[in-house]
């Protein structure tokens, strides 16, 4: 009997709304018996916790956090917050979690349902049954490297400087991380890198090169110019399984390859952090793509999809339980094909639905299919 130990940091907005789903979904996972069992701890994060503790996230949050197997996190933000410094902003408790776990490895699932390929801006034949995950480098190169400045000139213009930096031990381990998921996908990595103009291209691709010879020779890998790729994306994005690249180019691409999805309701992730040299188990944190919707909050519309799908992935990366995890994501498509649309996703002569029917009728085809 194995028992997972689970965070909830639901935040703010619809992330109060979806975090209640994706609880109905884990009590009824608990409720199944069998080998694995949830506990579940609850805290603050981001605006919440910002009104009751005057900081984005307490330090006995960051305990419980520190002692959880995954975290799930709902969505933090919202104008109420916007005059607080700069420091404790609700994103703060979310940077925060991400710094001190050093969560490097971003994962970004793109799945097209096929109930929704007609929601997305390419062809229905181009993005039905599309399953792309993009890895994203999240800890290093153009976002963090320093210099990071505008300067003034004597001349009275400005100059603005980023700078992209990487180690050889940066793109290494995500590199690893890259062929041990492609080893549970399709076997095959593309890398995504701008070699010809940059030298942080160049030590990606020397990089990830070696990497793949000296660790992973069982993989196939494939070198892409990332300019290429965001234009390969577009004209077929089915040859493409697993994408991985830096911060600024995952930024984008992952960005583009969710689009043909449908909506932002739709889209889970997880960050991962070093594998634990003792345990093997890394440090994880699963989130919505999407922000806390100020516009839709309190009124029961959001879609909990991104959130229990997220959870789903908890249950592939952090609690070895992969079967579980189909079984939550057939029942999502089940449900969509069944016609059920929450208003981000509603089409013409479906049923509309609300979070809490949406929640409901997802967490009923996972009890069908569990019993
Ligand atoms: P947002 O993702 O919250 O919303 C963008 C649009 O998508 C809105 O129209 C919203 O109604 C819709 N939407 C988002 N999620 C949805 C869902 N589950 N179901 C239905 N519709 C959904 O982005 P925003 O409006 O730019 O930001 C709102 C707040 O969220 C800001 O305070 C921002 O800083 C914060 N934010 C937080 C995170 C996070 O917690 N990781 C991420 C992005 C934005």
């Known amino acids: 009997m194995t028992t997972h130990?689970?965070?909830?940091?639901p935040g703010d907005g619809i992330g109060v709304e979806i975090s209640r789903e994706v609880e109905r979904v884990i009590a009824i996972l608990n409720g199944k018996g069998g080998p694995n069992s949830f506990e579940v701890e609850r805290d603050l994060v981001g605006g919440a916790a910002i009104d009751a503790h005057g900081v984005a996230i307490t330090e006995e949050a960051m305990a419980k956090a520190k002692t959880a197997d995954a975290i799930l996190f709902g969505a933090v933000g919202g104008s109420k917050w916007d005059d607080v410094p700069y420091e404790i902003r609700p994103e703060a408790g979310l940077l925060r979690l991400r710094k001190d776990f050093d969560l490097f490895a971003n994962l970004r699932p793109a799945i097209c349902y096929p109930a929704l390929a007609d929601a997305s801006s390419l062809k229905r034949s181009l993005v039905e049954g599309l399953d792309i995950l993009i890895l994203r480098e999240l800890t290093g190169g153009t976002y963090f490297g320093e210099p990071k400045e505008i300067v003034a000139l004597e001349n009275g213009q400005k100059r603005g400087v980023d700078t992209t930096i990487y180690t050889t031990?940066?793109?290494?381990?995500?590199v690893k991380v890259a062929c041990d998921l492609a080893r549970k996908r399709s076997g095959k990595v593309h890398m995504a890198a701008k070699w010809n103009v940059m030298k942080t291209g160049v030590l990606w691709r020397d990089v990830t090169v070696a990497t793949h010879r000296n660790h992973?020779?069982?993989i196939e890998l494939e070198l892409i110019l990332a300019d290429n790729c965001a234009m390969q994306l577009i004209r077929d994005p089915k040859q493409f399984d697993l994408i991985v690249t830096d911060n600024l180019f995952g930024d984008i691409l992952s960005d583009e390859a969710a689009m043909m999805t449908g909506s932002l309701g739709m889209l889970p992730s997880?960050?991962?952090g070093a594998a634990d040299p003792q345990t093997g188990r890394s440090k994880a944190l699963y989130e919505p793509v999407h922000g806390s919707a100020p516009d839709i909050s309190g009124q029961g519309l959001a879609n909990?999809?991104?959130m229990i799908a997220s959870f789903a992935m908890a249950l592939r990366y952090s609690c070895n339980m992969a079967a579980e995890a189909d079984v939550i994501e057939t029942a999502i498509a089940k449900v969509l094909d069944n016609g059920?649309?929450?208003?981000?996703?509603?089409?013409?002569?479906?049923?509309?639905?609300?979070?809490?029917e949406m929640g409901r009728a997802i967490a009923a085809?996972?009890?069908?299919?569990?019993?």
């Open 5 to 9: 130990k689970l965070l909830l940091l």
């Open 169 to 174: 031990s940066e793109i290494e381990r995500i």
């Open 216 to 218: 992973a020779p069982d």
């Open 270 to 272: 997880a960050s991962l």
């Open 304 to 306: 909990p999809i991104a």
């Open 340 to 356: 059920l649309r929450t208003a981000d996703i509603m089409q013409n002569g479906l049923t509309k639905v609300g979070t809490e």
């Open 365 to 371: 085809e996972i009890e069908t299919a569990l019993a």
